[in-house]
């Protein structure tokens, strides 16, 4: 059975594959290409990181209320867009 995720900003379903995981880690979200850290996970497409941001995706995938640090994940997906990457 392939495994299948949910992107937390356009709600597609696809192959785990070829979205990013991501982490909260003590606050800030931090990409996991490699899909081995521990903690609760969202999982975004590349091209939807923006419309997650403006719509809070982040604080609902991790159930937190506070403000989450997202820039080392921005970094992340400028640079992946940059190399054009897809997870």
Request: glycine share 4%; hydrophobic share 45%; charged share 30%.
């Amino acid at each position: 059975m392939i495994p299948i995720r949910s992107c937390i900003a356009c709600r597609k379903r696809e192959h785990w594959t070829t979205l990013l995981h991501v982490v909260l880690v003590d606050g800030v979200a931090q990409a996991d290409p490699g899909h081995r850290l521990q903690g609760r996970g969202a999982w975004i497409h590349l091209d939807c990181f923006e419309v997650a941001k403006s719509r809070s995706a982040f604080q609902r995938a991790f159930r937190v209320k506070a403000e989450i640090d997202l820039e080392p994940l921005a970094k992340f997906v400028r640079a992946s867009r940059t190399l054009n990457k897809e997870y």
